[in-house]
């Protein structure tokens, strides 16, 4: 059974002559993950906090549970928030904090410390119960905040960014909480990050936002695999897809992008047909380029000017080598951990681009060549 | 460095001394308090006389408020006048603290007949001449010229003179003993015996009162009537007579009136006589040793001063043979001032008359209001003129004392060689020599300024008796202010009720100005209020006038004839209050004057602490479901409140000890139960015989209580909440 949970529609935003979000949609069934992500002053907590309430819009709709809540305050739309501070209530104890917004609603007080005993286990906070928000750690604060959020029982979770403010290792801990949370409790939850790793694994469904407008929304997969924009492309995935401008040169059967040194087959039926001499944007991600021989075509020259070794692979960055005067492009390349302990900074290593995960965009719209991501 | 600080020191003493005795004798040093016309006849003739005699005067004027103690801490160390002009009635003081010498030739035998004999009398005490009469100032009845054609012959048929609405027979200060003093010696009473006890009882004291109470309960009188208030209704026409001294008349302008020295009480048949105060020049025991000086004292006496004075000075002088001039002849208002003080009572010299103004009064008002009938009120007054002047009980052994110095001293010592002997001591010294000189002049300039006076504070509360002969009480001071003098505890003006009134005054404005200050605050952070700035800057303007000036305006508001609150009241068809008659309006009265005096403050520390209560915590309660209240109740306050604590505590002191407004609104009013332990205090030090010392004692258990409430409110402070967490 799908229900729409969540639908904002059209929505607009500016706070006085500055448009911050122009039209922008968004839908969540009931169970879903949703995940807004994008750079840095793009907005992503701004929709949050109109989807919240905390914020009126300029124009649009947003209904919750197929009630239209544009208009209504936040306490009557069955939302609950996590805030990126977690804006704990500093003069009450933990208990107090996740108690806060039943006792406000007038809950019996049995249905109180149940619901507060049933999100502390689930949350591991039984032992804290008594403290006061200075007398806990970032991240049992975190949980706290959670927790407040979990015993409300809304319709619709929204977070802003909850683990930034926590060291890599608890992310990554707190991360996997987080989800299993919301499949436990059979949550619907929009979720802000611009953590690439949280913004892959966490939801369901992804939004790219930039300059106040969606790139492209689908499963996080499938945004990462077929990137509709150069925008998204460059901004998902760590580290960042290789661009090397190309243009489309035609060679017998064979249709090749050449430029900035790098010399690779394009494979025709995925690119469809592409006019000779067409100025492109190659992408590739570092994983997709490997060293050449062994059947693999020589792609490009590297220059290698730096390796950055993690143990179980390498990460190589250097240049190509271009004769033809373009200028030389910079290249990320993954490498096994192996091969990764034999490259010498000066070295120049061959490379083969893996044809089958070549991107091609359009150099003035910037817009995906490839046409399954263009339907 | 310290070479060069030295040879300026000297110089610097050198040319002080070379002042101080290179000139010599021939320049006279002479104070006086004079203003205006006064000050100005005083400066012609002062340069007339240097211009005849070879000699230097120099005038100094010395405000009228701080007269008698600069003279009383200037002459004994001979940096005072040689010579000063002076009210008669303090002449008992200054003799006490040895500022004057008998006026010797400064007033020969053969000039007495000059002067007019009441004033000759004012400056005599037993039998010794203490100063040259200069001026005579006493009150007088001013008269209406189109109301009051014809002079009633009695104060009585004055009273009954029909008059319109809004308007009064007779208008003076009612309610203060200056004025009323005329009354009583109709009815051969006085403020002070000639014995020196209180004066204002029996028969026929108790008929002056209820002769003035029957005008003040038929609205023969305006109600609280201040000299302000006289002169309004006077010069407006809406009053048929004002009884009033000299200074009135400047203040009428080109009205029609003439003056008469005051009239007959019918009912006994006597002249009503006011209290004279006779201006004299005062020889200091330096100054009366030389020739120039006491010349020159004889000089401002003398006939053609004395001409200046009254035609210059517009003084009622007392130099007989002045008055012939012809220029004096025709000055009416000069001439029936001159009438009256040959009728009047010169003020009482004894140092116990003092005493007897606020008992006085209090009794007075009391009559007035219809509070208590004349003869209670006059025997309560007696009472507590007599617990004013009670002698100060004898010297304990002061052994008790010395011990209990001897011992602090001994532990001080003690710990001091304590802390020497501790092994590294000295080489601690060494290391903070740098960081003592930093501190240093700080350290000595509190001591100085703040510990020593404090100290200096405490000692004078185990004394008893006046400055110059203090005599040393022991803790007596403290034990008749806890025993409430030996009365009822909750007796009139006891320690423990005006503590009581002083707790109830700082709960109820303390939580007054939170609450305003925090609402008011509250609403000024709010986003959506416009104008905010402008608010704000209004809302702050109340602190930012001192706070004397508001007092004044607001017991004008709280006036109950004439005040803006009444006048509002009316309106609206409510009854006039009289604000100062009851105690709860008068205790209300000072609370909102205080209010309005110290909720900014509230305020902004409200807007500051505000600020630290982060934007997001709000925002959660507000996705929690809570209400604009809700959230104000439930998390803007609880957060605002311990942050606002310090604030409190320095609210609460500043309002324990609102000397001011208590002082100038209510004025202890009705009865002084309206006043606070400050103001008591002040009564004590000020009002009652110059007890310095039991005041010291007062101030010193003021200090010990906020000590101990400061602690207790410092012991409130949460100590698990904090401003906001990051
Ligand atoms: N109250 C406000 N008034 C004016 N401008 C605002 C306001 N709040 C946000 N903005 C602007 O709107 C833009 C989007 O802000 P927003 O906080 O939504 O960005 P964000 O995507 O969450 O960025 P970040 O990843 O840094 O948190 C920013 O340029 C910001 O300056
Ligand atoms: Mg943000």
Known sequence: MTETRLQAQRIVKAFGNNPILRGVDVSLQKGEFGVLVGPSGCGKSTLLRIVAGLEEVSSGTIEIAGRD???????????????QSYALYPHLTVRENLAFGLTLRKTPPAEIAKRVTEASEMLGLEKLLERLPKQLSGG?????????????????????????????????????????????????????????????????????????????????????????TLFVAAFLGSPKMNLVNVAVVHQGNSVLAEGQGVRTPIPSPRFGTLAKGMEATLGIRPHDVHIAGEGRELSCTLLVEFVEALGFEAYVHGKTLSDTGEGDAKLVVRLDAEHGRRVKVGEKVPLSFDPAHIHLFDKKTEIALDDKATE | MIRALLLAAFAVLLVSLGAGCGEGPTKIVFWHAYRGDEEAALIKLTKDYEAEHKVTVELLSVPFDAYAAKLEAAVPHAHGPDAFIDAHERLGSHLQNKLVAPIGDALPEK????????????????????????????????????????????????????VPKGSYPIVYEAGTPFYHAPFLSAFGAGMLTADGQFGMVGPGAEDSLRLVAGWQKNGLLPEEPSGALVKELFSTGKANAAISGPWLAGDLGSMKFRVEPLPLVGKTGQRMRPLLTVEGAFLTPGGSKREDVRAFVRYLGGKQASIVRATVGKQVVANKQAWEEPALQKDNVLLAFHAAAKD??????????????????????????????????????????????????????????????????????????????????????????????????????????????????????????????????????????LTARGGDLLGHGSFYLTLLVTVLWTICNIALHVGIGVLLGVLLSRQWLKLRAIYRVLLIIPWAVPNYVTSLAWKGMFHRQFGAINAILKALGAEPVSFFSHWSTAFAANVATNVWLGFPFMMVVTLGALTSIPKEVLEAAEVDGATRWQRFRHVTLPLLLPNMLPAVVLGTVWTFNMFNVVFLVSGGEPDGTTDILVSEAYRWAFTRNSQYGYAAAYAVIIMGLLFVMTRMLGRLTPKDVEKGEH
């Not at chain 1, 809540?69 to 805030?83: G, H, N, Q, S, Y």
């Not at chain 1, 929009?190 to 300059?211: I, P, R, S």
């Not at chain 2, 007949?113 to 009441?118: G, I, L, Q």
């Open chain 1, 140 to 228: 049992q604060r975190q949980r706290v905040a959670m927790g407040r959020a979990i015993v409300r029982r809304p319709k619709l979770f929204l977070f802003d960014e909850p683990l930034s403010n926590l060291d890599a290792a608890l992310r990554a801990e707190v991360r996997v909480t987080i989800r299993n949370l919301h499949d436990r409790l059979d949550a619907t939850t929009l979720y802000v990050t611009h953590d690439q790793v949280e913004a892959m694994t966490l939801g369901d469904k992804l939004w790219v936002l930039n300059g106040g407008k969606v790139e492209q929304t689908g499963a996080p997969l499938d945004v990462y695999a077929r990137p509709r």
């Open chain 1, 69 to 83: 809540v544009t208009e209504l305050p936040p306490k009557d739309r069955d939302i609950a928030m996590v805030f």
């Open chain 2, 111 to 162: 000039d007495v007949a000059s002067f007019e004999p009441v004033s000759m009398k004012a400056i005599t005490i037993a039998n010794v001449r203490y100063a040259v009469p200069l001026s005579e100032k006493c009150i007088a009845l001013y008269l209406n010229e189109d109301l009051v054609p014809k002079t009633p012959r009695t104060i009585e048929e004055l009273a009954a003179l029909p």
């Open chain 2, 344 to 481: 009047a009572e010169p003020m009482p010299t004894s140092t116990a008359m003092r005493a007897t103004w606020v008992p006085a009064q209090e009794a007075i008002r009391k009559v007035l209001r219809g509070d208590a009938e004349p003869k209670a009120a006059l025997e309560e007054a007696r009472a507590r003129f007599l617990d004013a002047l009670k002698p100060p009980p004898p010297p304990p052994s002061p052994t008790p004392l010395f011990l209990v110095c001897g011992l602090v001293l001994a532990g001080l010592a003690f710990l001091m060689v304590k802390r020497v002997r501790e092994p590294g001591f000295r080489a601690e010294l060494r290391r903070g020599r740098g960081a003592y000189a930093y501190v240093l002049h700080a350290a000595a300039i509190v001591l100085l300024l703040v510990v020593l006076p404090l100290v200096v504070g405490a000692l004078t509360s185990f004394f008893a008796g006046t400055r110059d002969q203090p005599q040393y009480v022991g803790l007596s001071n403290y034990t008749s202010i």
